[in-house]
């Protein structure tokens, strides 16, 4: 395993950028700002590194980016609606962000765009990892409490990338943090619609184009059912005509954990293949439906539909609906979720 920092200077101050090896086929590339994911590569049978995720390719772009490439998201990830939210007797204002009416991943100054500090970094002959830190100050976005925040990235020598998110604050606070990465793991297309996706869920929210909530609604019967692989594109085609132009929707697991996997995207032609598994109970896919200012490493043309982000959390939104998680985390209790990333091969591995 090989993990180095080099501190480099940009439009945001100085950054560090970490990047982490382990010598057998996957490297990854991190940014303190944001504690984000920069890079995601998979070694080719020639023996060079393929992106699978993508993101603007001047730095600079990335790290000020609207469209979250790769950044910790929070203290919330999805939206908040105004005028407010309730934890316990008191409400919290909602000062809308990124929607008339609601508040999108955390805010203008949400997580996505601090500067994190590296609190530790590890190296061992099997795994590497690297641990962000960043501390949210009381009302910091509108937020209650004092929240130490703790992202620890781990690679290890099975080409499993696992985010750790801990967190701790000194009041009743609300707290969905999430990695927004966006995957093409058939790069250098420039289109997703030939992946394979399955989602382990049986239900979805169903929304409104503003994105507060309809109803939870089983997903047999509609474009929303990726119980078993469905080409994305075929799926896709039935969403062009809505307001949402794709996918932006979140699904509610039917089982979860860290030995079961939740989510798995294949890319046919290039014969990768990533699996998701979390200790969340749901996930948002987002299949990049807007067009990015910004030019995006190895897609050759436009950026609409060239990727999605697949965002394990709590069903956003939740605290307004007593039906779904509400994402409070009370004082003083621990916070601690997982994401881990299987990457693969499924010829080889058949093979």
């Known amino acids: 395993?090989?993990?180095?920092?080099?501190?480099?200077?940009?439009?945001?101050?100085?950054?560090?950028?970490?990047?982490?090896?382990?010598?057998?086929?996957?490297?990854?590339?991190?940014?303190?700002?944001?504690?984000?994911?920069?890079?995601?590569?998979?070694?080719?049978?020639?023996?060079?590194?393929?992106?699978?995720?993508?993101?603007?390719?001047?730095?600079?772009?990335?790290?000020?980016?609207?469209?979250?490439?790769?950044?910790?998201?929070?203290?919330?990830?999805?939206?908040?609606?105004?005028?407010?939210?309730?934890?316990?007797?008191?409400?919290?204002?909602?000062?809308?962000?990124?929607?008339?009416?609601?508040?999108?991943?955390?805010?203008?100054?949400?997580?996505?765009?601090?500067?994190?500090?590296?609190?530790?970094?590890?190296?061992?002959?099997?795994?590497?990892?690297?641990?962000?830190?960043?501390?949210?100050?009381?009302?910091?976005?509108?937020?209650?409490?004092?929240?130490?925040?703790?992202?620890?990235?781990?690679?290890?020598?099975?080409?499993?990338?696992?985010?750790?998110?801990?967190?701790?604050?000194?009041?009743d606070t609300l707290c969905n943090i999430t990695n927004h990465a966006y995957f093409n793991m058939g790069l250098p297309k420039n289109k997703i619609y030939d992946h394979e996706l399955m989602i382990k869920a049986s239900r979805f929210l169903d929304i409104k184009p503003d994105f507060t909530l309809k109803a939870v609604r089983p997903v047999e019967g509609t474009p929303w059912d990726f119980r078993t692989p469905v080409r994305l594109g075929t799926a896709m085609e039935k969403m062009l005509d809505t307001p949402f132009g794709g996918f932006d929707h979140n699904w509610l697991f039917d089982d979860h954990g860290p030995e079961t996997p939740v989510i798995d995207l294949y890319e046919p032609e290039t014969d990768r293949g990533l699996q998701m598994f979390t200790t969340y109970p749901s996930v948002v896919v987002y299949t990049h439906n807007r067009l990015s200012s910004a030019y995006l490493r190895q897609v050759p043309g436009e950026s609409h539909h060239a990727s999605l982000a697949i965002e394990c959390q709590y069903e956003p939104g939740g605290i307004h609906h007593p039906e779904l998680s509400s994402a409070i985390l009370p004082e003083g209790k621990p916070y601690h979720h997982q994401i881990v990333y299987q990457f693969y091969r499924r010829k080889h591995h058949e093979a």
């Open 1 to 171: 395993m090989k993990l180095k920092i080099v501190n480099q200077s940009t439009k945001v101050g100085d950054v560090d950028i970490v990047v982490i090896d382990n010598q057998k086929g996957l490297r990854v590339r991190l940014t303190s700002y944001g504690a984000a994911i920069h890079r995601i590569q998979m070694k080719n049978g020639n023996g060079h590194h393929d992106d699978v995720v993508v993101a603007p390719i001047d730095v600079n772009d990335f790290l000020v980016s609207d469209f979250y490439y790769g950044k910790l998201v929070g203290r919330t990830s999805g939206r908040l609606h105004a005028p407010s939210y309730q934890i316990a007797d008191k409400q919290y204002p909602v000062t809308p962000f990124g929607g008339k009416t609601s508040k999108l991943h955390g805010g203008e100054k949400g997580f996505s765009f601090q500067h994190f500090t590296i609190e530790e970094q590890v190296v061992e002959s099997d795994h590497a990892s690297v641990t962000f830190r960043y501390f949210s100050q009381h009302l910091e976005e509108g937020y209650p409490g004092n929240l130490e925040v703790l992202a620890t990235y781990t690679l290890d020598v099975h080409d499993r990338l696992t985010l750790d998110i801990k967190a701790k604050s000194d009041r």
